[in-house]
């Protein structure tokens, strides 16, 4: 099992206003601000804009921050290399964000490109990049959706390790989001993806996987409410899985069964709440039953804004899926978190955040199993 708990303060600037969103959110009415239908254009700026209405967009940042625990070493133990346990670390990031219509559909791109640099761990230096091409997606005036490709590299949080060391998380996904309106607020919505992982660390490494997904299901918004019932089925394979874990229980293939029930609502201008309720099984090949064992699933998420400058988020939950702090064959997530903001300008805001999370192994026999237990870090940026 894996304990985490984490403290962030930051102040972030932004140039540009770039969010590193996918293009523009789907509309919670199908349909609504389809682009035009006529040939290629630019989107339309607002009477009054600002840079970041702008169809290009460039961002640049700059970042320092300290990790006391910057191997995830247990608890009493150093280093072999005789440097620090805590190192400080400065990225440097640059990104580009542009979207343009052609014939009733809107295309956009999202990328970033960074330079992560240790003060005393500098074997681990290294390039990181996010980017993301794809497309808002409209048919007819009932049904809409997102089509889009993702390239990251990314280091890995200390609650994404199975190990010790430092781990750069390499991910290659295909993603497609989509809602048709029925009538009198019932949707049909379907989903699906395919995502390949890699990790630079070996011991991550057995949880390499090629993951597929779909789900299909309805949902009913009506007023500020929005209930959804979704079905989902994920396949992961695992290539670095041989014969000697594999007898310990680890499977090469897991079949995930999820079935869930969402809830969301805005109670006024300055309150929101999400909840979900969940049950999920898996079985280690590919059938069409159920299977024997489903474990619930939840979620609570709460924002509110206190005044217009300051706000404030939670959230708690409890997930079940493929692994990637431990070892095993699917993984059980506890984890809240509370997060302060304070808006100082449009550009400028403040924050302090803190969470704490709780990971153990599931599906899995004893034998298969990691147990891991990690000391409590401090982060500032």
């Excluded at 840079?51 to 133990?77: C, F, H, K, M, Q």
């Excluded at 029925?182 to 490494?205: C, E, M, Q, R």
């Excluded at 898996?282 to 069409?288: P, Q, R, S, Y």
Aim: one cysteine or more; glycine letters at 10%.
């Amino acid at each position: 099992m894996r304990r985490s708990g984490a403290l962030t303060l930051g102040a972030v600037l932004m140039l540009g206003g770039v969010t590193g969103g996918w293009g523009d959110e789907l509309s919670g009415s199908v349909g609504a601000g389809v682009p035009s239908s006529g040939g290629f254009s630019w989107p339309t700026l607002p009477d009054e804009w600002n840079w970041s209405d702008l169809p290009v967009r460039l961002s640049a940042s700059e970042s320092v921050s300290y990790n006391s625990n910057i191997l995830a070493l247990p608890i009493g133990t150093s280093t072999t290399n005789g440097l620090p346990q805590g190192d400080f670390t400065s990225t440097s990031s640059y990104g580009l964000s542009t979207k343009a219509n052609w014939y009733g559909q809107q295309f956009f791109f999202d990328g970033t490109f960074g330079v992560i640099r240790y003060l005393h761990e500098t074997g681990f230096d290294s390039n990181v990049y996010s980017f993301s091409p794809g497309v808002n997606w409209t048919l007819t005036s009932r049904c809409a959706g997102t089509l889009v490709g993702a390239f990251t590299k990314s280091p890995s949080t200390i609650t994404e390790i199975v190990g010790t060391g430092i781990n750069y998380a390499t991910e290659t996904s295909l993603t497609e989001t989509g809602k048709c309106a029925i009538s009198n607020g019932y949707s049909v919505v379907f989903n699906s993806s395919a995502t390949k992982t890699n990790n630079s660390n070996p011991l991550d490494a057995v949880n390499n996987a090629n993951v597929e997904m779909i789900s299909a299901g309805i949902e009913y918004a009506k007023g500020n409410g929005d209930l959804t019932l979704l079905a989902t089925k994920s396949d992961a394979n695992y290539g670095n899985r041989g014969a000697a874990l594999n007898a310990l229980g680890l499977a090469n293939t897991v079949v995930f069964h999820s079935f869930n029930l969402s809830y969301a609502r805005q109670i006024n201008t300055n309150l929101s709440v999400t909840g979900q309720l969940g049950l999920v099984g898996v079985t280690n090949a590919l059938t069409l039953g159920l299977p024997k064992t489903l474990l619930p699933t939840y979620s609570l998420a709460v924002a509110w804004a206190i005044t217009p400058k300051v706000s404030l988020s939670a959230s708690a939950t409890r997930t079940i899926a493929p692994p990637t702090t431990l070892i095993g064959n699917a993984e059980v997530s506890y984890d809240t978190n509370l997060n302060l903001t304070y808006q100082a300008t449009p550009k400028v805001a403040f924050s302090a955040s803190g969470s704490a999370g709780y990971t153990n192994v599931a599906f899995t026999p004893a034998a298969a199993g990691t147990a891991t237990a990690l000391a409590p870090s401090l982060t500032m940026a």
